[in-house]
């Protein structure tokens, strides 16, 4: 019995050893992801801000549309909320287009966070992230298409 006992706890003890070295072997850090944002921009009625994430090289591009206050319901109490497409793309400044994605939006006293392209990108470059609106299938009359946008430089830290 006090063998099985010895045996048992030489088993636990290298177990425990050996998950001790394979703590020890792993990487000290992983990539920091930087997350850059422009200013924000009123787009017809609508708060917009492109933002990018840098890890490493790689670029993730996506955006804010919100309602710039609380809005109050129209005449005869209709609550009426603001539809648009939101179009955000990435490219390199000077450079590759890295490509776009095109969601529609519905803001009604709400901000949606708007899904670009995630893309690798040459290390020392810049890049540009950018939100376009433009009027929806059932959106507001005088949807003109605006932007906002924001250049990083990615460094690959």
């Known amino acids: 019995m006090k063998q099985i006992v010895k045996r048992g706890a030489a088993v636990i003890a290298a177990g425990v050893a050996m998950a001790g070295a394979l703590v020890v072997s792993s990487p000290a850090s992983a990539a920091t ?3 850059t944002c422009g200013s924000q921009v009123l787009i017809s009625g609508l708060n917009v801000k492109a933002c990018v994430d840098v890890t490493g090289a790689q670029a993730r591009f996506y955006g ?13 109490g209709v609550i009426t909320p603001q539809r648009a497409d939101a179009e955000v793309s990435g490219q390199v400044v000077g450079g590759l287009f890295l490509g776009s994605r095109r969601t529609p939006v519905s803001i009604w006293n709400n901000v949606v966070t708007v899904e670009g392209v995630t893309a690798t990108v040459p290390c020392g470059s810049t890049v540009r992230g950018e939100v376009r609106l433009s009027q929806g299938p059932i959106g507001p009359s005088g949807f003109g298409a605006s932007s906002a946008a924001v250049n990083v430089s990615v460094t690959c830290e």
């Open 64 to 76: 804010t549309v919100g309602a710039p206050g609380i809005a109050e319901p129209g005449p005869g």
């Open 33 to 35: 992801t930087t997350t």
